[in-house]
T-cell receptor, first 115, second 113 residues
Framework: AQSVAQPEDQVNVAEGNPLTVKCTYS??????LFWYVQYPNRGLQFLLK??????LVKGSYGFEAEFNKSQTSFHLKKPSALVSDSALYFC?????????????FGAGTRLFVKA | AAGVIQSPRHLIKEKRETATLKCYPI?????VYWYQQGPGQDPQFLIS???????DKGSIPDRFSAQQFSDYHSELNMSSLELGDSALYFC????????????FGQGTRLTVV
């Protein structure tokens, strides 16, 4: 069965500093990995994804994520955090063996960026 | 650009009542997903449809049912509502390609009193 873990409930970082939001996954087939962001009372917005190819993927708003197959991780990163990045971040995975109809989300990590 | 439309945005129901949530996917998206997000919780997958057929089922209670219609819109029917059903219900759509991200609607906030 597929699963996603986000080990940190909350990440605090100062504006201008680099940020990392951690995610590990478990699937039986090849993983399709996604990051979404959720602002208060809003739907989830897609940030970036890894399907195949380069392990480092770049997405919206300056975010990037690195796929590490040996560590089964897909950590979200940004070189310089902005206050406006404060939101709830969800890692998600689809398992190629299930045909991709079910996306499983992690518990979410709340990012606080202080000015 | 067209997005996923959900209606209503807010809904208040009493215990044991019935609620129907609607979702209109992005044009040419043939896959629809429903998620439930309780307060402070991650989205929980309920059910998905591909080409009007149920494609996968998650933690959807037996009191809930859903379907996808010929125009690809979907409805989530919830009966015998319980206080614990109060949550944000998201619909998402995507083309039938597991490598394509899902596009989410703004959600319907259901409050059961």
């Amino acid at each position: 069965a597929q699963s996603v873990a986000q080990p940190e409930d909350q990440v605090n970082v100062a504006e201008g500093n680099p940020l990392t939001v951690k995610c590990t996954y478990s699937v039986s087939g090849n993983p399709y990995l996604f990051w979404y962001v959720q602002y208060p009372n809003r739907g989830l917005q897609f940030l970036l994804k890894y399907i195949t190819g380069d392990n480092l993927v770049k997405g919206s708003y300056g975010f990037e994520a690195e796929f590490n197959k040996s560590q089964t991780s897909f950590h979200l990163k940004k070189p310089s955090a902005l206050v406006s990045d404060s939101a709830l971040y969800f890692c998600a995975v689809r398992d190629s063996n299930t045909g991709g109809f079910k996306t499983i989300f992690g518990a979410g990590t709340r990012l606080f960026v202080k000015a | 650009a067209a997005g996923v439309i959900q209606s209503p945005r807010h809904l208040i129901k009493e215990k044991r009542e019935t609620a129907t949530l609607k979702c209109y996917p992005i044009p040419r998206h043939d896959t629809v997903y429903w998620y439930q997000q309780g307060p402070g919780q991650d989205p929980q997958f309920l059910i998905s449809f591909y080409e009007k057929m149920q494609s996968d089922k998650g933690s959807i209670p037996d009191r809930f049912s859903a379907q996808q219609f010929s125009d690809y819109h979907s409805e989530l029917n919830m009966s015998s509502l319980e206080l614990g059903d109060s949550a944000l219900y998201f619909c998402a759509s995507s083309p039938q390609d597991p490598g394509t991200e899902a596009f989410f609607g703004q959600g319907t906030r259901l409050t059961v009193v």
